[in-house]
């Protein structure tokens, strides 16, 4: 994270301070660049006030960014006038000024947000951005200088922009940089480098020192941006250019000797010097970042790969082509065991061959009394040597693990065979005693009995029909899983004639829910070819549930609809609902969402699965639960034109 970045995610009280602070050091830099420029005293050599006041609108977020603006330009105009300059034109300087500092903050910190600045793209950006914000600057004040100080228009455009531009160009990335963790023992180096860089820049700009070496502190940069964190390059490039501009001044350096009488040149020369500076410096310390950033991606995927390499069951072996032959980079465990440590060669004349060739191709050995597989490959490389691959599939572990697989599963498919088996058994057994209570305590719910004995009765018939509805619940989903299955021939069904006649049967569920069962569908029938007990079943099933779960008064209605050569039935209530985390779960065998509002409602568990079971292996259809808009639950099942003659369940036939 940058300084700026701190500074505006810090509280509103601390970044407001900073803004304060940062509009009074603008009027401070505004009156010193003007009082102390002595080349050329009326135009400012450098002007730092504009990356304070950059910095400060940067950090204002809302409104509050026009209130900065208009205190930027109070600061650099008092800053204007106390140097000595004509109200006036010290009014439309610190109007110029301005331009730049809004153009900076709305295209670098859009909404009080300041952008970062550690990449080659971020660096291109904010270069392109402090240029156009000094060009408009310049241009501006450039008209003001004509007016008042009779300054050639392009002279003094050129100056100007030069003169901002730089100021930006090094300060502004001070505060836009990350900030570093810490130096870890690169501090003595920089101490080293920083101690180097002020020789330079003494020995090139030394008062009476004119060498035209001015190249000369590019090396200390360079040396900071290829080793050091960008914001020490930021820090130095600040520190000489004010050393550079303040050593100019006194006479010293290549700059001093090009003078024209009025100082113009020496001030175009040395802002031309700090902004070539400024520019290499900020992309080269970018590019680094950059490639720092690639390298550390590449050394985490090479540690993913290599961790990927040796965790992986196959053997896996790379090498790269040397000039004298193989140089391996990579060789797993596996690898290892069977090709050992040596090689290649690695005694298997097959592999050997292929990869003395440089061919590719598989090849199967035995080592050990086991069986092996390789693959061999090679990869040519564009720039750099190719990369030999051989990947080891160990053949009998393999078979092995296929031969438990199949165990396995056909263990499971005979244990799947017994349950199954075992429940339809005592189904059957069960089903014999429980009609006969049944029928018993019909007898007793219609013989004259005392209140307390009819009560017993009744209870007894009640949880005597539940049982067997149970049974037989339990007993066709049996005969569905079953193979060898009775099988029905297709016949030709009207839709709307079954939907009405299993709404008509529904009456004896809705009497007491007051539960209104209606059906929609289009003109005329809707035909298929399917058939009709499991379509019966199935329609009661799912209009048994819709009424249990649908509210007193409540409306359940069977929609039906063409779809294509097949058809759709909507089986629609307002009811309680499934929670969508649920709606999976109710098409297994005894499962019943775990919701409290459903716990009141009785039920099995098994009427969603007779219905998938029988819609998927008998009718050649699919079925599905959604949410009913407003509420409720939607069952939508699809049907083909022609059910399929023979079904799923009964191909083992």
């Not at 300054?151 to 901002?164: D, I, N, Y």
């Not at 531009?165 to 920089?190: C, D, H, K, N």
């Not at 029928?439 to 013989?447: D, I, M, V, Y």
């Not at 079953?482 to 009497?511: F, N, Q």
Request: glycine share 8%; charged share 20%.
């Amino acid at each position: 994270m940058s300084i700026i970045a701190r500074l505006a995610a810090s509280s509103d009280a601390v970044r407001r301070v900073a803004i304060a602070l940062l509009i009074g050091a603008t009027a401070v830099a505004a009156y010193a660049a003007v009082a102390f420029s002595f080349v050329d005293p009326e135009l400012a050599a450098w002007w730092p006030a504009a990356g304070f006041a950059s910095v400060a609108a940067m950090l204002a977020r809302g409104r509050e960014r026009w209130l900065v603006l208009l205190l930027v330009v109070v600061a650099t105009g008092s800053g204007n006038l106390l140097a000595g300059r004509d109200p006036l034109f010290a009014a439309l300087l610190a109007v110029g000024n301005t331009l730049e500092v809004a153009i900076i903050a709305a295209m670098l910190a859009p909404a009080g947000v300041p952008s970062r600045l550690s990449t080659l793209l971020h660096s291109v950006r904010f270069i392109a951005v402090a240029l156009l914000a000094a060009a408009a600057t310049g241009a501006a004040l450039a008209i003001a200088a004509m007016l008042f100080l009779q300054r050639p228009l392009l002279e003094g455009f050129a100056q100007l922009t030069a003169s901002h531009a730089s100021a930006t160009l090094v300060m502004l990335p001070l505060f836009m940089v990350p900030i570093p963790q810490g130096l870890g023992r690169r501090w003595l180096e920089v101490v080293t480098q920083s101690t180097f860089l002020i020789g330079l820049v003494l020995l090139v700009f030394w008062p009476g020192n004119t060498w035209p070496i001015a190249f000369l502190p590019v090396v200390a940069f360079l040396w900071s941006a290829f080793r050091f964190p960008m914001l020490v390059s930021a820090a130095q490039m600040l520190a000489t250019a004010a050393a550079v501009i303040v050593l100019t001044l006194l006479g010293g350096g290549p700059f001093a000797l090009v003078d024209d009488g009025g100082g113009r040149i020496p001030v175009v020369l040395i802002q031309t010097f700090l902004l070539v500076y400024a520019i290499t410096a900020l992309l080269t310390c970018a590019a680094r970042a950059d490639w720092l950033a690639v390298v550390v991606r590449l050394r985490a995927q090479e540690e993913l790969l290599r961790e990927g390499i040796v965790a992986a069951d196959a053997g896996i072996f790379i090498a790269e082509r040397a000039e004298h032959g193989l140089r391996e980079v990579a060789r797993n465990d596996l690898a290892l065991r069977v090709f050992g440590a040596d090689g290649p060669p690695f005694g298997i004349a097959a592999i050997d061959q292929l990869v003395k060739n440089s061919d590719s191709g598989q090849v199967v050995f035995e080592r050990d009394d086991r069986t092996y597989e390789a693959s061999i490959a090679e990869r040519g490389v564009s720039e750099g040597p190719g990369l030999v691959t051989i990947v080891i599939s160990d053949v009998t572990e393999r078979d092995e693990r296929e031969r438990v697989a199949l165990e396995s599963a056909d263990q499971l498919r005979r244990l799947n065979d017994q349950k199954d088996d075992f429940i339809s058994a005592v189904s059957h057994e069960l089903r014999t005693p429980v009609t006969s209570i049944l029928g018993f305590s019909e007898q007793l719910e219609a013989s004259p009995l005392p209140p307390e004995a009819a009560q017993a009765g009744a209870i007894i018939a009640r949880n005597a029909r539940r049982l067997a509805d149970v049974i037989d619940d339990v007993l066709e989903l049996s005969r569905l899983s079953a193979l060898g299955g009775p099988r029905t021939a297709p016949e030709t069904i009207d839709l709307v004639t079954l939907a009405a006649e299993c709404a008509r049967d529904s009456e004896g569920l809705v009497l007491s829910r007051r539960v209104s069962v209606t059906v929609s569908a289009p003109d005329g029938p809707v035909v298929v070819r399917s058939r009709t007990r499991e379509l019966e079943r199935v329609c009661a099933n799912l209009l048994s549930n819709a009424v249990k779960f649908s509210h007193d008064d409540g409306t359940v209605t069977i929609e039906i609809q063409r779809d294509g050569e097949g058809a759709v039935v909507h089986v629609i209530d307002h009811g309680l609902g499934i929670p969508a985390e649920h709606r999976d779960m109710v098409w297994e065998r005894f499962a019943r969402a775990p919701v409290d509002s459903h716990r009141a409602v009785p039920g099995t568990g098994l009427g969603l699965p007779i219905v998938r079971a029988l819609v998927e292996t008998r009718l050649g259809g699919t079925v599905s639960i959604t949410e009913t808009q407003g509420g409720g639950t939607t069952a939508i099942v699809r049907l083909p034109s022609e059910a399929p003659a023979l079904s799923l369940a009964h191909e083992g036939d």
